[in-house]
Structures are given as C-alpha cells and as structure tokens.
C-alpha cells in the first residue's frame, strides 16, 4: 500500500512539474527568446551548410553582405515583432502569406532539383532552428503563416533525415510531434506577468508592479465572468453563474489538479478575442449593410435573383484574431465548457446581428403595411445574407472540434431574431381584421417568406436540431391555411346560388380545410400537439367569422325573401357549430355562436310566422257590436288558413341540413303559433257557437301535421349522419 501511495505521489508530481516547465516555455518573454536564439542559430548553421553551397556557391564578400544584412532584418523582426492584436491591416496579412508561400515554393523547386547526396548536420540543424522560430512567431504575431512554415521545415527536416537512414523518420515525426503538442498547450496572458500557482484553492497573482495579491478560484472566475458580462454589455446581476460552478465541481476533484488556472486563462483569451473582434464592428456592420441594401433593392425592385455573398463577415474579420479565436474554442470545447464558450460567443454574434437591424432600420412593431414590408426585408436578408454568414462562422470554430456544438451556437445566434419573426407573423394574423389587402396580399407574401427562410438556412439535418423550427413552420402553415380559407371563400368559380336554403359549398369546403389543418377526427379529443397553442384557436375562430360574415353577405343577396335567407344561415351556423363543437374553442366563442343560431331563429320566426299571427288577434274596441266582431272573425280566420297554408306549401320545399335543426324549428313555429291559434279558437267558438266548426279548418293535429311536413332535409347530410349513429 505505501508502495501504490509513493508510486501515485511521484507521478502526480512528475505531471505538475511538467505542466509548470510548459506553462513557463509559453510565456511571451521566454518564447520571444527562444524565437531569437533559434533564428541565430539556424541562420549560421545553414550559412555553413551543404545546402547553401549547392543553392548560391561559394562565398563571396557581396554574398556575405547580404546574408548578414539579411539575418539582422530576421533577428530584429523577430525580437520585436509586435503582440497579436487586432489592429493588423487584413491586407498586410495577405501581402505576408502570399511572400512565404512564394519563397518557400521556389525554395523548394530549387532544392529538389540542385541538392543532390546527404545532407550534412549543419542542413539538419538549421532546419530544426527554423522550425524552433516558426513555432515561437505563431504565438507570438497574428499574420497567419508562421503555422505553415513551421509545417514546411518540419517536412524539410523529415525528408532530409530519411536521405541519410530511412528510420530516421521516427526522430523527424517525433520532433515535429513535440513541436505541434507544444503549440497547442495553451498559453498564458499577453501583455501580463500573470502567475497562477493552485495551493490549498488559493491563486496567487502577481502584477506588474511586483505587488503580491491572493484570492480563491470563485473570486477568479467572477472576475472572468464580469470580464463576459462588461464585453457583452450585461449586468452581473442577470450574468448566468454555471460556468463558476461548473469551475469549482472540476477544482474539487483529484484528477483535475491544475485545471482551474488553465481554463480561467484561456476563457480570459477567449474573451480578449471576443473583445478585439467587436471593434471591427464599426468597420464590419456598415459593410455588411451596404451588401444587404444593394440586394434588397434587386430583390424588390428589378425582382432579379442576385447572389448574397455568404463569406462577407468571414473574409472581412482579421484572419490572426479568429485563428487565436478557434485555438481558444477548442481548448474551451476540450475541456468541456461548450456551453460557456458557445454562450460567450452567441452573445457577441447577437449583438452584430441586432446592429446590423438597426443601421438598416428594420425594425418592426405594428402589424401595419410599413412594418409588413420591414419584415419581409428582414426575413429575405436574414434568410440570404445574415443567417448564411454566421453559419459559416460557426462551422468555422466549432465544426471541426464538435459539429453539435456548431449547431447548438448557431441556434443561439439566431433564436433570437427568428422568434420575432415568427411572433410579428404569428400577431399579424391574431390581431388584424380579415380584409382582402390582409387575405390576398400580406399573408401569401408571409407565407413565401418563411418558406423561403427555412430552405436558405436550415438544412434537412438540422430540422430536428433547431428548436425555432417548428415555430416557423407552425406559423407558416397557418399563414397557408388563412390564405387557403381566403381564397375559397372569395375566388371560388364552382359555387351556384342556393336556391332553397341549404348549405352553401364554401361551408363545406372551408370547414373540411380548417378541421384537416387540425389534424381533427371524430374520435372525441383527437387534436396533435401542435394544435394546442392559444393563438392557433384565434386564428381558427377568425376564418370561421370571416366564412360567417361572407354568408351572412350571400344571404341577402341570393334571397328575396328574408325569412328564406334566415333558414339559409340556420343551416350553415348549425353546421358550423356541429363541425367545431369538438375544437378547443374558449366558452365565450360557443356562446356566441349559440347566440347567433338563437338569433337567426328568432328572426326567421318573426319574418315568416309574425304576420299570420296577427291575423289571430282582436283588439279591445272590436267587441262593441257582435254581428261586427263576427264577420271581423271570420274574415281573419279565412286570412289565416289561406296563409297558413301557402306558408306550408312554400317551406316544405326549403331544406334543412339534419332532423335536429327541423325539430328544433318546429318546435319553435309550434311554440310561437299555437297558443295564440288555441286562443282565437276558444273564442271564436264562444261568438259562434256549434257552427264555429263549418269555419274552422284546421284542429291543433292539423296544424301539427302541416308544421312537420315543412322543410326537406339535405339527402347527403341526413345519409352521414345515420351513418355516424
């Protein structure tokens, strides 16, 4: 057991040793000093080499001049070659790669060609010494090369070694393996004299000044954290606190020993990274505006396709900074704070996007024509240019570390945006007045638009990744759905005036839409999911009314007679309501239509049934003389079997659409006639006596009788409804 225990103790300090002889081989100042000695001796050894000799000759005093004047340019360059920063012309970066790729490419044409045999040490060393420097200026400078001609002396050495002994590729790969792990063992801060010791969860900082200040990982990691919420323009207060809490589980387990320190060094890189690139906001957000502006103006004016550059915010950010960037991300997603990382990011990349908004005044509110057209500007530049651009930056940093890590940032960048898209479409149906500008000109132009936004920047595997998905196609088929109802309801060329007061085929047709939109079946309950969303039963509720109003439109039109047009709304608001009563319509929306059934019935029976009620009242003053109020009587009764009985001859031709709609209507003429018909009866057989029944025609059975045989019932809708029973 003692020997476990010292067998543990010694490796665990061989590791912190060896982490603390990197960490110091990193810093600025000793890398910066191994870039110089490593320049020195690789220019005089390769002076002194095989390979010079074959390339230029023999020495010469002229040659000699400008070899050395050529080697202090070099260690000079070095020596003060400035600290990354974001301040680097992009054009000088590809005025420097292009000349390294020219030098070495001709360097080794002329090498392969013109050095023959062997080569000598001297070759080897200055080629290792050079690879040395190359690793030095890639931590050091921002120009992007130095990682390339690190891999081409790296190859260089490689080959040469296998010239001499072909085994020897393994010293060559062993040496360019060491070279490439010390290159990304992370660094420390630039620009500070930072040194992190862990003792007991104490760090101790030493600043500038040679002043010595302790504090625990949390305090640490807060200043982290208020560094993230400063540069993001967020309170500490509303700052999320899991990437400290996640710090401290790893600080507190024994296999984690030294992680803290770096993980806080590299979210400070991260954020120095993040800081650097906001400034190139000021130059960034006016390009990319101007490009979304000349494209909107094709798009909209000349209605050509032109083609959105998706590589714009890509290729105009400093190249040095987003390679620091990606190196950061990928220690971040390594060490498993993918979520702070991607959180750090999206924030930054949320606040270019709402810049961009604001410079070109895309701002929408209301759902008014102005702020219609802001938002199908904005859906066709998100869809085209924004979305596509930071895409292609997301892949950029994360793709190659963890693809969902790309696609969890890429969903944070732009929820945001897409769900006010998707809640101003979801509002201009919710809240607007169903009129024709409404129906045939913004809802087809909303609908293309969110297609439109789906295809250009979601792909089919993403479909089940991205939350907002499922909003944007909901909100889109409802904007289909609307237009849909619209256009059957308007611009239907089949539909024939009914003639006898039955149901109308845009009833039909519109309430087969709506109840297949909502996936209904007669099973009671059987509604989806995406159904169960309060604004989906407001737009619902709103093609019913807009169906009602346009039939209530219909029937004064198609019918001269009123009472006929009232019957020809009873049956469409009675199938209507049959059709709906399974809907999660709110209580209020079915008593309103109840009330609109009770109503049309009301005045069907006042317009049909009032005036041959009247024929069976007396007034007071009639009964002065009884040979007057007699013939008076009698003239009525003769009034009211002659329109009783046209009545009943006219309306049983009209049609009703179920036998439970004609009960109920009976039952209502039954209700309203008879009592005033058992009225005048009563009294007509008291002035009249036993010849009151040479006069009366009709007994209470009669009446009944005639009652039930008015109205035909719709063939087809009787046939369905046996069918259902």
Known sequence: MDTLCLWWVNGWMQTFILNQILRWLKKPKVVRLVCLVSSVVGLFCYALSSSFNHLLGSWSWWKM?????????????????????????????????????????????????????????????????????????????????????????????????????????????????????????????????????????????????????????????????????????????????????????????????????????????????????????????????????????????????????????????????????????????????????????????????????????????????????KWLKTCKAAGKILFPNERRLCDYLFSRFSVAAADVSFEKVCKELTINVVNFADTTITTGTYLPNLLFNIVPKMSESLGELIQDFISPALFDKLSFVDDIEDVRQRLATVNRVGNIIYHTTVQAPVTDGGLHLITKEVMKHILGFCDFKLEPAALSYRVRIASFWVVIGKMVELLESELEVKSKDYYADPALGFVFMLNNLNYIAQKTKFLKMDDDWFRRNRAKVQQKRNLYLRRSWNKIVEFLKIGKNESAEADVVAELMKEKLHLFNLHFEETCTTQSTWTVSDMQLKRRIIKSIEEFLLPQYGKFCDRFRVVFGNQAYHYIKFGFLDIQNCLNHLFLLDEEMNTKDKKNI
């Open 65 to 373: 001049l400008l070899y050395i004047l050529f080697s202090s340019i070099t260690c000079l360059a070095v020596l003060f070659t400035p600290a990354r920063s974001s301040s680097s012309s992009h054009r000088l970066e590809f005025h420097f790669a292009f000349l390294v790729l020219t030098v070495t490419s001709l360097y080794s044409f002329l090498f392969d060609n013109v050095v023959k045999g062997k080569p000598d040490a001297y070759s080897l060393i200055s080629c290792a010494a050079f690879a040395t420097m190359s690793l030095g200026l890639s931590n050091l400078t921002q120009f992007g090369f130095q990682i390339d001609l690190l891999y081409f002396f790296c190859g260089g050495l490689t080959v040469q070694l296998m010239k001499i002994k072909l085994w020897l590729v393994v010293v060559g790969g062993g040496f360019s393996y060491s070279l490439l792990q010390l290159r990304d063992y992370p660094s420390d801060r630039q620009g500070e004299n930072l040194q992190l010791q862990v003792q007991n969860q104490v760090i101790i900082q030493v600043d500038d000044s040679g002043s010595v200040s302790s504090s625990s990982p949390v305090t640490m990691s807060q200043q982290a954290n208020a560094d993230v919420e400063s540069t993001l323009g967020t309170s500490p207060e509303d700052g999320d606190f899991r990437f400290q809490d996640h710090l401290l589980t790893q600080s507190n387990s024994p296999s984690q020993d030294g992680s803290v320190d770096d993980v806080l060094i590299i979210q400070q890189q991260l954020m120095n990274c993040v800081k650097e690139l906001e400034k190139e906001n000021q130059r960034l957000v006016p390009m990319v505006c101007s490009h979304v502006e000349k494209y909107l103006k094709v798009v909209f004016d000349s209605k050509e396709v032109p083609h959105p550059d998706v590589n714009l915010v890509m290729d105009a950010l400093p190249s040095g900074i987003m390679g620091r960037l990606k190196e950061n991300v990928k220690l971040m997603v390594e060490a498993g704070f993918t979520e702070e990382c991607s959180d750090i990011y999206s924030k930054w990349r949320r606040e270019f996007l709402k810049q961009c908004l604001q410079a070109l005044r895309l701002q929408f509110e209301t759902p008014n024509n102005e702020d219609v057209e």
